[in-house]
């Protein structure tokens, strides 16, 4: 079933979903503030406009606009103005409007942001006048049209089913895993703790090839042979049921891999944090 989509913001995640869902067959509309980048989407084919319109009687609406990051706090100024820009449309519109946020976002933005602006401006209820999805992306920037139309993972998040059921359909034809939850905050915190968790990757294994060369060690054979031979790395499971700390010989040769790098005097903050959440919670466990 073609569905009528406009995408505001397009940039890198906007781009690569609303040239996805136009290649499965989907009429979409880009929205920029940016006039040049709105002609450049014109001159490849696309319909680009700066104004937000919705026609048809159903349209789904894909809030992809940049969420940086300041003194460690989100700067949601994008998404509130691109909420307002739909809640506008909405009233010139007869149009049930599914409002996708797809922009990685603090949990409860939702809630507390998203569904707020659009509300006080229409004078609609979230789950009867207007639905309200949080959908993150999980696209590399390199290869997001890619990424997008050959999906790992769908993440759909709402507390209307219905809007669950509209988002799946949407993207049952790209194929995938696709997780569900009556929670957006769940969804908005699982894109945040995925790229926590990247991140945290990087920073280990730039910790290990720190002490492999300081020990004169080859530090490619190192990764590639514990990344193989770690559970951690092979059973997605492993360590997953949070609450427990770690003891034995993950504890005990951890502490002693810290003491072997500090011998050489290399920095082990990461480890070292590592051991400092799990004695907190050793300490929480023993009362």
């Known amino acids: 079933m073609m569905r009528s989509v406009v995408v505001i913001g397009s940039g890198v995640v906007g781009t690569a979903t609303g040239k996805g869902l136009s290649a499965g067959g989907h009429e979409v509309a880009f929205v920029d503030s940016d006039p040049a980048r709105v002609d450049e989407l014109r001159s490849e084919g696309c319909t680009a406009g700066t104004r937000v319109e919705l026609g048809g009687t159903e349209v789904v609406v894909f809030l992809t606009v940049p969420t940086p990051v300041r003194d460690g706090r989100f700067v949601l100024d994008a998404l509130e103005g691109a909420a307002r820009a739909v809640a506008e449309a909405m009233l010139k519109s007869t149009a049930h409007c599914t409002v996708v946020v797809r922009s990685t976002t603090p949990p409860g933005t939702c809630d507390r942001v998203v569904q707020p602006i659009i509300e006080e401006m229409t004078g609609l209820r979230c789950g009867d006048g207007f639905s309200l999805v949080c959908s993150p992306e999980f696209l590399r920037a390199a290869t997001a049209f ?17 809007a669950v059921e509209r988002l799946m359909r949407l993207f049952a034809p790209f194929g995938g895993r696709t997780v569900t939850t009556d929670d ?49 790395s092979y059973n997605p499971a492993y360590g997953i049921r949070g609450g427990a700390a770690f003891r034995g010989c993950l504890a005990k040769d951890t502490e002693g891999l810290i003491g072997v790098a500090q011998q050489s005097a290399m920095p082990t903050a990461l480890l070292e944090a590592v051991m400092l959440v799990n004695d907190a919670l050793s300490r929480d466990e023993q009362g």
Do not use: M, Q, Y
């Open 184 to 232: 957006p905050v769940a969804a908005e915190l699982i894109k945040c703790l995925h790229n926590a968790f990247n991140a945290t990757k990087i920073s280990f294994w730039n910790e290990a090839a720190a002490i492999a060369r300081a020990l004169g060690v080859d530090s490619d054979l190192v990764a590639e042979t514990v990344a193989f031979s770690a559970e951690a």
């Open 146 to 162: 890619d990424d997008f139309v050959a999906p790992r993972l769908t993440l759909i998040g709402s507390r209307e089913p219905a």
